[in-house]
């Protein structure tokens, strides 16, 4: 067999079960980046190993058997620490029920403890990034725009923290659920929207990261079916899904949603986008996620014929301002207004935000379409030259510079 | 802390700058961005620099002055001007490096400025 092809299994193997292997390697150890150490150095031995022996009909079992070899040698050699006994004794105590069948997956009570209140809330989202979802510190570093040195620390200072203060591997009590849900949802609707990013972006080196990011929040609804913001955030994330092949044209350029061929729509993604909203609306406790996916929803129903109450849309984003007062949801409102022929409502809104305002793109961009909608050209030009000159998007800068 | 922002374009972006067809894009692009900085209170300086080759570069070898036309060192990413941020932090620097036109061009380089010798 041949090195290329050693290789190729190797990656596959670790696009596939990474996040699980992490999972169950971290919550043997009880130590995020031992795991981690271990698990990298099972696929330098399977390189090294493979293109002789072939590779093993399980891959997947195989490099857990040599990251656990790795992991118990680890914690032998610092076996004069203290600390470590507790980790060994885990180790060959757990030895006996080792997975028999298909491994089991832990990624949830990985995304549990990586949530936990200890941990400097900077880091809840880059550290479930890296461990579940095996992004390196470089990507996470560029997704939230930080030198991949200080996100290199902020992730290693985490984990030491996790190890050091011995957090427990297991499923949270229901009611530690709650206090941590919102960092955990939070970092699956991050992973998707870096994946859309780098799909819409052309990038698929790292295969389907939305795709794995909308597998993880099914797993997370089905989990914790009492809870209904796992089914918002599924349902936000499916809606989206289910118009991504739309958001392109054929030459590569974007579509925004008004102009978007509705026959290219995913229904079927749609159909189950809605019915986990409408699961996640009986349990009577409304929240971001489902808000978020009550205001796609209703730009489906728009789109597909239904008649706009843009009333009902303006009272969503109230409902969302309330419940997370972000610029986001304030400059939604005030697009929703503008959409809706209010442009004077819109202009109302916006005066009303806060100085920081001043660097967030979005706000000069709806500023400028309501200035101009209110025949105010003058104002409209600088509007949509700051939006210009704040956007990093070379064609969402080009549209913009052409409204001058 | 003052951040110094390195703007690198590629030869083809350069040229833009003299093409009619793509000059307004090029100057509009640049335009609002440079506005949009000093809008925001924390430009402290800057320019914008005419291509390398208008570079004029000199070395002292051995007591003896070399001189030669264009940039002391050939790249494929040029340097298209510079500025100098106050900026609280690097996350901050580099969220304004990041609306550069620059940066979806050859990219930009943050540098923390060292504090004025006293």
Same mark, same amino acid.
């Given at each position: 067999?041949?090195?290329?092809?050693a290789?190729?299994?190797?990656?596959?193997?670790?696009?596939?079960?990474?996040?699980?292997?992490?999972?169950?390697?971290?919550?043997?150890?009880?130590?995020?980046?031992?795991?981690?150490?271990?698990?990298?150095?099972?696929?330098?031995?399977?390189?090294?190993?493979?293109?002789?022996?072939?590779?093993?009909?399980?891959?997947?079992?195989?490099?857990?058997?040599?990251?656990?070899?790795?992991?118990?040698?680890?914690?032998?050699?610092?076996?004069?620490?203290?600390?470590a006994?507790?980790a060994?004794?885990?180790?060959?105590?757990?030895?006996?029920?080792?997975?028999?069948?298909p491994?089991?997956?832990?990624?949830?009570?990985?995304?549990?403890?990586?949530?936990?209140?200890?941990?400097?809330?900077?880091?809840?989202?880059?550290?479930?990034?890296?461990?579940?979802?095996?992004?390196?510190?470089?990507?996470?570093?560029?997704?939230?725009?930080?030198?991949?040195a200080?996100?290199?620390?902020?992730?290693?200072?985490?984990?030491?923290?996790?190890?050091?203060?011995?957090?427990?591997?297991?499923?949270?009590?229901?009611?530690?659920?709650r206090?941590?849900?919102?960092?955990?949802?939070?970092?699956i609707?991050?992973?998707?929207?870096?994946?859309?990013?780098?799909?819409?972006?052309?990038?698929?080196?790292?295969?389907?990261?939305?795709?794995?990011?909308?597998?993880?929040?099914?797993?997370?609804?089905?989990?914790?079916?009492?809870?209904?913001?796992?089914?918002?955030?599924?349902?936000?994330?499916?809606?989206?899904?289910?118009?991504?092949?739309?958001?392109?044209?054929?030459?590569?350029?974007?579509v925004?949603?008004?102009a978007?061929?509705?026959?290219?729509?995913?229904?079927?993604?749609?159909?189950?986008?809605?019915?986990?909203?409408?699961?996640?609306?009986?349990?009577?406790?409304?929240?971001?996620?489902?808000?978020?996916?009550?205001?796609?929803?209703?730009?489906?129903?728009?789109?597909?014929?239904?008649?706009?109450?843009?009333?009902?849309?303006?009272?969503?984003?109230?409902?969302?301002?309330?419940?997370?007062?972000?610029?986001?949801?304030?400059?939604?409102?005030?697009?929703?207004?503008?959409n809706?022929?209010?442009?004077?409502?819109?202009?109302?809104?916006?005066?009303?935000?806060?100085?920081?305002?001043?660097?967030?793109?979005?706000?000069?961009?709806?500023?400028?379409?309501?200035?101009?909608?209110?025949?105010?050209?003058?104002?409209?030009?600088?509007?949509?030259?700051?939006?210009?000159?704040?956007?990093?998007?070379?064609?969402?800068?080009?549209?913009?510079?052409?409204?001058? | 802390?003052?951040?110094?922002?390195?703007?690198?374009?590629?030869?083809?972006?350069?040229?833009?700058?003299?093409?009619?067809?793509?000059?307004?894009?090029?100057?509009?692009?640049?335009?609002?961005?440079?506005?949009?900085?000093?809008?925001?209170?924390?430009?402290? &300086?800057?320019?914008? @620099?005419?291509? *390398?080759?208008?570079? $004029?570069?000199?070395?002292?070898? %051995?007591?003896?002055?070399?001189?030669?036309?264009?940039?002391?060192?050939?790249?494929?990413?040029?340097?298209? &001007?510079?500025?100098? @941020?106050?900026? *609280?932090?690097?996350d $901050?620097?580099?969220?304004?490096? %990041?609306?550069?036109?620059?940066?979806?061009?050859?990219?930009?380089?943050?540098?923390?400025?060292?504090?004025?010798?006293?």
């Amino acid at each position: 067999m041949s090195q290329a092809a050693a290789r190729g299994a190797a990656e596959a193997a670790a696009r596939r079960s990474y996040g699980k292997l992490v999972a169950w390697l971290a919550g043997r150890a009880r130590d995020i980046a031992a795991a981690e150490d271990a698990l990298a150095d099972a696929f330098a031995t399977a390189l090294a190993v493979w293109p002789d022996r072939g590779v093993p009909d399980s891959p997947e079992a195989w490099l857990l058997t040599a990251a656990r070899r790795n992991l118990s040698k680890r914690v032998r050699h610092a076996g004069v620490r203290k600390a470590a006994e507790p980790a060994l004794a885990l180790l060959s105590a757990e030895r006996a029920e080792d997975p028999a069948g298909p491994l089991p997956d832990r990624r949830l009570e990985l995304l549990f403890v990586c949530a936990h209140p200890a941990i400097d809330p900077a880091a809840h989202t880059p550290l479930m990034l890296q461990t579940v979802l095996g992004l390196d510190a470089a990507s996470i570093a560029s997704a939230f725009l930080v030198s991949p040195a200080a996100m290199g620390q902020r992730l290693s200072r985490a984990k030491a923290k996790i190890r050091d203060a011995r957090i427990a591997f297991a499923r949270p009590a229901p009611e530690d659920i709650r206090p941590r849900l919102e960092a955990v949802l939070e970092a699956i609707y991050a992973a998707y929207t870096a994946g859309l990013d780098e799909w819409l972006g052309g990038d698929t080196r790292r295969g389907d990261l939305a795709g794995e990011a909308l597998f993880l929040g099914r797993l997370l609804a089905d989990a914790l079916p009492d809870e209904p913001e796992p089914s918002g955030l599924l349902s936000l994330m499916l809606h989206v899904e289910a118009r991504r092949a739309a958001r392109r044209d054929a030459a590569g350029a974007y579509v925004p949603l008004d102009a978007q061929d509705v026959a290219r729509w995913d229904r079927a993604a749609i159909v189950e986008a809605e019915a986990a909203l409408g699961r996640a609306a009986r349990a009577g406790r409304p929240g971001r996620f489902q808000t978020e996916a009550a205001i796609q929803s209703f730009h489906v129903a728009r789109r597909v014929g239904a008649a706009a109450d843009w009333s009902a849309l303006d009272a969503l984003y109230e409902a969302l301002f309330a419940l997370a007062p972000t610029m986001a949801a304030a400059v939604g409102r005030a697009a929703a207004r503008l959409n809706a022929g209010d442009f004077a409502g819109a202009i109302v809104l916006l005066d009303a935000l806060p100085d920081a305002r001043e660097a967030y793109q979005p706000y000069w961009a709806v500023r400028a379409a309501a200035l101009d909608a209110a025949g105010d050209r003058a104002g409209a030009r600088a509007a949509y030259t700051r939006a210009a000159g704040l956007s990093g998007d070379p064609a969402v800068r080009a549209t913009l510079l052409a409204r001058l | 802390m003052e951040y110094c922002i390195l703007f690198y374009e590629t030869a083809a972006s350069v040229a833009q700058r003299d093409d009619p067809a793509k000059a307004p894009a090029y100057w509009g692009a640049w335009g609002a961005y440079l506005e949009t900085v000093r809008e925001s209170g924390l430009m402290r &300086g800057g320019s914008g @620099l005419q291509p *390398p080759a208008t570079g $004029t570069s000199v070395r002292m070898k %051995a007591g003896k002055r070399h001189v030669q036309d264009g940039p002391l060192i050939d790249a494929k990413e040029q340097l298209g &001007g510079f500025i100098i @941020l106050e900026a *609280p932090d690097l996350d $901050t620097a580099l969220a304004w490096a %990041a609306r550069s036109p620059a940066a979806a061009d050859a990219g930009v380089e943050v540098r923390p400025a060292l504090p004025p010798m006293s």
